[in-house]
């Protein structure tokens, strides 16, 4: 069952309308419909990209009306970040089986950073949805999402307090921000075709390097405050 902040999304959505009805049988159907519609909006991202989910497509495929979702949901950004709550989830589940048997830093960067590759070029709906999605109004994000985000740069930071010791934990949080960038910037450049040629091997030599130079000179970096 899918969590959000340790807490399953169908105990929040019960939490959400208890208050409106007592019926179990009401609390049930919408628990069901929460379900049924995260499961459809993940399906439709994965398959064509987070500006294509349309309210009436989704409703036609959970067989309700457009007005049932915005029983369950308030508004399709809702839902949306729900669905970015499980592909963040399965982002991290990539990036730590990445990093096991990994003897040095440099390993555990590289690894990362050909487990985000990897992640993008094999759902790249999901992956795309992270950050193509923006909320009606520039709404801020929602505190548990905020939180799930900071949580995915901790695989990061890991070998990062190896490689630069000296760091407080603010400036290694905030390197692991600028790492992450940089990576991801030659991966969506490369994905899109902008700067690369758009193959995943091709890519992925560029990330590699990337990395290596990074990573040896935060190295050689440490080395010279000793």
């Known amino acids: 069952m899918f969590m959000i902040m340790d807490k399953p999304i169908m105990n929040i959505v019960q939490d959400k309308y208890e208050q409106r009805s007592q019926r179990p049988a009401t609390l049930a159907r919408k628990t069901e419909l929460a379900a049924r519609l995260i499961d459809l909006a993940d399906a439709a991202i994965d398959a064509a990209g987070v500006q294509e989910l349309r309210a009436r497509a989704l409703a036609e495929a959970a067989g309700c009306s457009v007005g049932a979702i915005y029983s369950v949901f308030p508004d399709l950004d809702e839902l949306i970040l729900t669905v970015n709550g499980r592909t963040l989830d399965r ?16 390993q555990q960067m590289e690894r990362l950073a050909s487990a985000y590759l990897n992640y993008a070029v094999d759902h790249r709906g999901h992956w795309s949805a992270l950050f193509q999605h923006r909320m009606i109004g520039e709404r801020p994000l929602p505190g548990w999402y905020a939180t799930r985000l900071d949580l995915a740069f901790r695989h990061i930071e890991g070998p990062l307090q190896v490689l630069r010791p000296d760091l407080d934990e603010a400036s290694r949080v905030q390197l692991a921000r600028t790492v992450f960038s940089a990576v991801h910037g030659v991966v969506e450049l490369g994905l899109s075709g902008k700067a690369l040629s758009g193959t995943p091997e091709t890519i992925g030599d560029q990330v590699q390097i990337l990395v290596s130079a990074i990573a040896h000179g935060l190295a050689w970096k440490n080395r010279e405050l000793k």
């Open 91 to 106: 982002i991290d589940a990539a990036l730590a089986a990445a990093v096991l048997g990994c003897t040095t830093p440099m």
